[in-house]
Protein backbone atom coordinates (compact mmCIF):
# COMPACT_ATOMS: atom_id res chain seq x y z
CA UNK A 1 0.00 0.00 0.00
CA UNK A 2 1.42 3.65 -0.82
CA UNK A 3 0.50 4.97 2.28
CA UNK A 4 2.77 2.93 4.26
CA UNK A 5 5.63 4.79 4.57
CA UNK A 6 8.28 4.40 8.18
CA UNK A 7 11.14 2.75 8.18
CA UNK A 8 11.09 1.48 11.65
CA UNK A 9 12.19 -1.66 12.88
CA UNK A 10 15.61 -3.66 11.15
CA UNK A 11 16.63 -7.77 11.50
CA UNK A 12 18.35 -10.63 10.19
CA UNK A 13 16.34 -12.20 7.88
CA UNK A 14 17.89 -15.36 8.97
CA UNK A 15 16.71 -14.66 12.64
CA UNK A 16 13.01 -13.42 11.66
CA UNK A 17 11.28 -16.61 10.37
CA UNK A 18 8.13 -18.18 11.94
CA UNK A 19 9.67 -20.41 14.35
CA UNK A 20 9.07 -19.87 18.12
CA UNK A 21 12.12 -18.00 20.05
CA UNK A 22 13.25 -19.38 23.20
CA UNK A 23 12.35 -17.22 26.15
CA UNK A 24 15.09 -15.00 26.75
CA UNK A 25 15.40 -13.67 30.56
CA UNK A 26 15.18 -9.57 30.40
CA UNK A 27 16.83 -7.76 33.62
CA UNK A 28 15.15 -4.66 35.00
CA UNK A 29 17.24 -1.46 33.74
CA UNK A 30 17.14 1.89 34.68
CA UNK A 31 17.19 4.09 31.14
CA UNK A 32 19.04 6.85 32.46
CA UNK A 33 21.86 4.57 33.34
CA UNK A 34 21.73 2.71 30.02
CA UNK A 35 21.84 6.10 28.32
CA UNK A 36 24.59 7.34 30.16
CA UNK A 37 26.58 4.53 29.16
CA UNK A 38 25.86 4.10 25.44
CA UNK A 39 26.33 7.77 24.87
CA UNK A 40 29.66 7.68 26.43
CA UNK A 41 31.29 4.36 24.97
CA UNK A 42 31.07 5.38 21.16
CA UNK A 43 32.96 5.29 17.65
CA UNK A 44 33.38 9.18 17.69
CA UNK A 45 32.61 11.10 20.91
CA UNK A 46 32.65 14.87 19.44
CA UNK A 47 29.42 13.45 17.01
CA UNK A 48 27.44 12.75 19.94
CA UNK A 49 25.24 15.34 21.81
CA UNK A 50 26.40 14.97 25.56
CA UNK A 51 22.88 14.50 27.03
CA UNK A 52 22.28 11.66 29.60
CA UNK A 53 19.69 10.86 32.56
CA UNK A 54 16.96 11.94 29.89
CA UNK A 55 17.72 15.55 30.36
CA UNK A 56 17.50 17.29 27.01
CA UNK A 57 18.96 20.48 26.44
CA UNK A 58 18.45 23.07 23.35
CA UNK A 59 22.07 22.91 22.39
CA UNK A 60 21.04 18.93 22.04
CA UNK A 61 18.68 19.50 19.42
CA UNK A 62 20.89 19.08 16.40
CA UNK A 63 18.30 17.73 13.70
CA UNK A 64 14.82 17.21 14.94
CA UNK A 65 13.78 20.74 15.07
CA UNK A 66 14.71 20.54 11.14
CA UNK A 67 11.41 18.53 10.50
CA UNK A 68 8.64 21.11 11.06
CA UNK A 69 11.32 24.37 10.33
CA UNK A 70 9.91 26.61 7.32
CA UNK A 71 12.12 27.67 4.56
CA UNK A 72 11.93 31.21 3.00
CA UNK A 73 10.33 29.62 -0.02
CA UNK A 74 7.57 27.62 1.71
CA UNK A 75 7.02 31.37 4.01
CA UNK A 76 6.21 32.46 0.29
CA UNK A 77 3.79 30.45 -0.58
CA UNK A 78 2.01 30.91 2.88
CA UNK A 79 2.05 34.52 2.20
CA UNK A 80 0.59 34.45 -1.21
CA UNK A 81 -2.69 32.98 0.52
CA UNK A 82 -4.78 36.22 1.76
CA UNK A 83 -3.16 36.91 5.41
CA UNK A 84 -7.24 38.44 5.65
CA UNK A 85 -8.74 35.40 5.35
CA UNK A 86 -9.48 33.42 8.84
CA UNK A 87 -6.94 30.89 9.37
CA UNK A 88 -9.27 27.95 8.68
CA UNK A 89 -10.41 29.72 5.25
CA UNK A 90 -6.84 30.59 4.43
CA UNK A 91 -5.30 26.94 5.25
CA UNK A 92 -8.00 25.25 3.14
CA UNK A 93 -7.29 27.61 0.00
CA UNK A 94 -3.31 26.15 0.89
CA UNK A 95 -4.52 22.79 0.24
CA UNK A 96 -6.62 23.57 -2.58
CA UNK A 97 -3.98 25.13 -4.63
CA UNK A 98 -1.38 22.88 -3.78
CA UNK A 99 -4.17 19.84 -5.11
CA UNK A 100 -4.77 22.72 -8.43
CA UNK A 101 -0.91 22.67 -9.14
CA UNK A 102 -0.98 19.07 -9.01
CA UNK A 103 1.46 18.43 -5.96
CA UNK A 104 2.03 15.54 -4.68
CA UNK A 105 5.27 13.82 -3.31
CA UNK A 106 7.08 10.92 -5.02
CA UNK A 107 6.81 8.12 -3.00
CA UNK A 108 10.15 6.87 -1.58
CA UNK A 109 10.15 4.00 1.33
CA UNK A 110 13.80 4.94 1.44
CA UNK A 111 13.75 8.60 1.95
CA UNK A 112 12.29 10.62 5.00
CA UNK A 113 12.40 13.69 4.55
CA UNK A 114 11.45 17.05 6.14
CA UNK A 115 8.72 19.43 5.41
CA UNK A 116 10.91 21.23 3.89
CA UNK A 117 12.59 19.21 1.61
CA UNK A 118 9.49 17.66 0.88
CA UNK A 119 8.14 20.77 -0.79
CA UNK A 120 11.04 21.39 -2.67
CA UNK A 121 11.79 18.03 -3.79
CA UNK A 122 8.35 16.40 -3.63
CA UNK A 123 9.93 13.33 -2.46
CA UNK A 124 9.24 11.26 0.54
CA UNK A 125 6.95 8.94 2.53
CA UNK A 126 4.62 9.34 5.01
CA UNK A 127 6.12 11.37 7.62
CA UNK A 128 7.32 13.65 5.34
CA UNK A 129 4.09 14.72 4.01
CA UNK A 130 2.22 14.48 7.46
CA UNK A 131 4.98 17.09 8.63
CA UNK A 132 4.44 19.17 5.18
CA UNK A 133 1.09 19.49 6.53
CA UNK A 134 1.15 19.82 10.15
CA UNK A 135 3.99 22.99 9.64
CA UNK A 136 1.41 24.38 6.63
CA UNK A 137 -1.71 24.69 9.29
CA UNK A 138 0.47 25.82 12.59
CA UNK A 139 1.87 28.75 10.48
CA UNK A 140 -1.36 30.12 9.54
CA UNK A 141 -2.39 29.54 13.22
CA UNK A 142 -4.15 26.16 13.49
CA UNK A 143 -3.89 23.53 15.77
CA UNK A 144 -2.27 20.12 13.95
CA UNK A 145 -0.41 16.69 15.32
CA UNK A 146 0.72 13.90 14.04
CA UNK A 147 -1.20 10.49 14.00
CA UNK A 148 0.17 6.67 14.00
CA UNK A 149 -2.53 4.60 12.30
CA UNK A 150 -3.17 1.34 13.67
CA UNK A 151 -2.84 -0.53 10.10
CA UNK A 152 -1.52 -4.37 9.85
CA UNK A 153 2.12 -4.19 10.86
CA UNK A 154 3.53 -4.84 7.24
CA UNK A 155 7.30 -5.95 6.88
CA UNK A 156 9.91 -5.77 3.62
CA UNK A 157 12.95 -7.63 3.21
CA UNK A 158 15.52 -4.73 2.32
CA UNK A 159 19.47 -4.74 2.40
CA UNK A 160 21.64 -3.49 5.27
CA UNK A 161 25.13 -1.19 5.59
CA UNK A 162 27.65 -4.57 5.09
CA UNK A 163 25.37 -5.62 2.18
CA UNK A 164 23.40 -7.99 4.06
CA UNK A 165 19.79 -9.08 4.24
CA UNK A 166 17.55 -7.34 6.59
CA UNK A 167 13.82 -7.12 7.16
CA UNK A 168 11.60 -4.21 8.39
CA UNK A 169 8.54 -3.34 10.45
CA UNK A 170 6.82 -0.70 8.56
CA UNK A 171 4.27 1.64 10.49
CA UNK A 172 2.02 4.75 9.13
CA UNK A 173 1.67 8.25 10.37
CA UNK A 174 -0.73 10.78 9.27
CA UNK A 175 -1.33 14.79 10.01
CA UNK A 176 -4.74 15.86 11.87
CA UNK A 177 -5.89 19.39 11.69
CA UNK A 178 -8.32 21.24 14.01
CA UNK A 179 -10.71 23.64 11.89
CA UNK A 180 -12.84 25.46 14.41
CA UNK A 181 -15.22 22.67 16.04
CA UNK A 182 -13.94 20.08 12.89
CA UNK A 183 -11.11 17.87 12.07
CA UNK A 184 -9.80 16.37 9.17
CA UNK A 185 -7.13 13.40 8.73
CA UNK A 186 -4.71 14.08 5.56
CA UNK A 187 -3.33 11.46 4.43
CA UNK A 188 -0.39 11.17 1.92
CA UNK A 189 -0.90 13.09 -1.50
CA UNK A 190 -4.02 14.10 -0.33
CA UNK A 191 -5.40 9.86 -0.76
CA UNK A 192 -8.64 9.13 1.05
CA UNK A 193 -8.27 7.80 4.73
CA UNK A 194 -7.76 4.48 5.05
CA UNK A 195 -10.68 2.31 7.49
CA UNK A 196 -8.52 1.97 10.60
CA UNK A 197 -8.62 3.75 13.87
CA UNK A 198 -5.44 6.11 14.58
CA UNK A 199 -4.17 7.46 18.25
CA UNK A 200 -2.12 11.32 18.92
CA UNK A 201 1.72 11.70 18.69
CA UNK A 202 3.36 13.86 20.46
CA UNK A 203 5.89 15.93 18.15
CA UNK A 204 8.66 14.38 20.16
CA UNK A 205 7.82 10.97 19.04
CA UNK A 206 7.80 11.75 15.54
CA UNK A 207 11.12 13.11 15.71
CA UNK A 208 12.78 10.55 17.08
CA UNK A 209 10.91 8.49 14.46
CA UNK A 210 12.18 11.13 12.08
CA UNK A 211 15.90 10.38 13.67
CA UNK A 212 15.76 6.68 13.53
CA UNK A 213 14.61 6.58 9.66
CA UNK A 214 17.78 9.17 8.58
CA UNK A 215 19.77 6.95 10.96
CA UNK A 216 19.24 3.75 9.44
CA UNK A 217 19.53 5.35 5.38
CA UNK A 218 22.99 6.84 6.82
CA UNK A 219 23.96 3.21 7.80
CA UNK A 220 22.97 1.66 4.04
CA UNK A 221 26.09 3.96 3.29
CA UNK A 222 27.94 2.94 6.08
CA UNK A 223 28.12 6.93 7.35
CA UNK A 224 28.47 5.00 11.31
CA UNK A 225 29.31 8.28 12.61
CA UNK A 226 26.11 10.21 10.99
CA UNK A 227 23.81 7.27 12.33
CA UNK A 228 25.01 7.07 15.64
CA UNK A 229 24.67 11.19 16.30
CA UNK A 230 20.50 10.58 14.81
CA UNK A 231 19.78 7.66 17.54
CA UNK A 232 22.02 9.65 20.03
CA UNK A 233 19.54 12.75 19.48
CA UNK A 234 16.16 10.48 19.01
CA UNK A 235 16.89 8.73 22.59
CA UNK A 236 17.09 11.85 24.65
CA UNK A 237 13.74 12.90 23.03
CA UNK A 238 11.98 9.70 23.63
CA UNK A 239 14.82 7.37 25.91
CA UNK A 240 12.12 5.31 26.49
CA UNK A 241 10.99 4.24 22.76
CA UNK A 242 12.22 0.41 22.18
CA UNK A 243 12.47 0.42 18.44
CA UNK A 244 15.09 3.26 19.36
CA UNK A 245 17.35 0.74 21.33
CA UNK A 246 17.02 -1.34 18.93
CA UNK A 247 18.26 0.27 16.14
CA UNK A 248 20.96 1.67 18.44
CA UNK A 249 21.95 -1.90 18.55
CA UNK A 250 21.84 -2.93 14.77
CA UNK A 251 24.29 0.29 14.22
CA UNK A 252 26.69 -1.04 17.15
CA UNK A 253 26.05 -4.46 15.59
CA UNK A 254 27.52 -3.48 12.25
CA UNK A 255 30.61 -1.42 13.87
CA UNK A 256 31.42 -4.66 15.85
CA UNK A 257 30.93 -3.20 19.24
CA UNK A 258 29.39 -6.34 20.63
CA UNK A 259 29.40 -5.23 23.97
CA UNK A 260 27.21 -1.75 23.65
CA UNK A 261 25.11 -3.55 21.00
CA UNK A 262 23.89 -6.30 23.80
CA UNK A 263 23.02 -3.45 26.36
CA UNK A 264 20.89 -1.87 23.48
CA UNK A 265 19.13 -5.21 22.41
CA UNK A 266 18.54 -5.49 26.45
CA UNK A 267 17.41 -2.12 27.00
CA UNK A 268 14.66 -2.30 24.08
CA UNK A 269 13.54 -5.87 25.51
CA UNK A 270 13.09 -4.04 28.87
CA UNK A 271 11.39 -1.69 27.52
CA UNK A 272 9.15 -3.67 25.50
CA UNK A 273 9.24 -7.65 26.11
CA UNK A 274 7.34 -8.06 22.61
CA UNK A 275 9.92 -6.64 20.55
CA UNK A 276 10.74 -9.89 19.17
CA UNK A 277 13.26 -8.25 16.33
CA UNK A 278 15.26 -6.99 19.82
CA UNK A 279 15.02 -10.79 20.82
CA UNK A 280 16.14 -12.04 17.70
CA UNK A 281 19.24 -9.44 17.48
CA UNK A 282 19.98 -10.30 20.73
CA UNK A 283 20.18 -13.49 20.72
CA UNK A 284 22.42 -13.18 17.42
CA UNK A 285 24.73 -11.00 19.36
CA UNK A 286 25.25 -13.73 22.18
CA UNK A 287 26.18 -15.72 19.52
CA UNK A 288 28.81 -13.45 17.90
CA UNK A 289 30.23 -12.94 21.67
CA UNK A 290 30.63 -16.43 22.21
CA UNK A 291 31.98 -17.31 18.39
CA UNK A 292 34.35 -13.84 19.64
CA UNK A 293 35.47 -15.51 22.31
CA UNK A 294 36.01 -18.66 21.37
CA UNK A 295 38.23 -17.46 18.52
CA UNK A 296 39.78 -14.95 20.83
CA UNK A 297 41.25 -18.33 23.20
CA UNK A 298 42.29 -19.94 20.41
CA UNK A 299 44.62 -17.64 19.06
CA UNK A 300 46.14 -17.19 22.58
CA UNK A 301 46.21 -20.96 22.51
CA UNK A 302 48.21 -20.90 19.28
CA UNK A 303 50.55 -17.89 20.37
CA UNK A 304 51.64 -19.54 23.64
CA UNK A 305 51.91 -22.74 21.41
CA UNK A 306 54.37 -21.15 19.09
CA UNK A 307 56.57 -19.24 22.12
CA UNK A 308 56.76 -22.34 23.47
Same mark, same amino acid.
Given at each position: ??????????????????????????????????????????????????????? *?????????? +? #?? %?? /????? $? !????????????????????? *?????????? +? #?? %?? /????? $? !??????????????????????????????????????????????????????????????????????????????????????????????????????????????????????????????????????????????????????????????????????????????????????????????
Amino acid at each position: MRWIAILAVMMQVGCAGSHQVAATVVPEMDTAAVMETVLKQNLNKQSWPQATKGE *LEDSDVLHAQ +D #LL %TL /TPEMQ $A !FVDSIDPSLSPSRRFRRMVRT *LKSEGFELEY +D #LD %TT /TTAAE $A !FAQRRGNCISFAALIVALAREVGLEAHFNQVEVPVEQRATTGGRGRALVQNILHINAEVTFGWTVRVFEFNFEPRPDFPHHRLEDKTVQALYLNNRALELAKTKQWDGALSMLSEAITLTPATSLLWNSLGYIHRQTGNLQLAEISYTQALALDSDNHAARNNLRRVNKLQSERGLSQIAERADRQEQGS
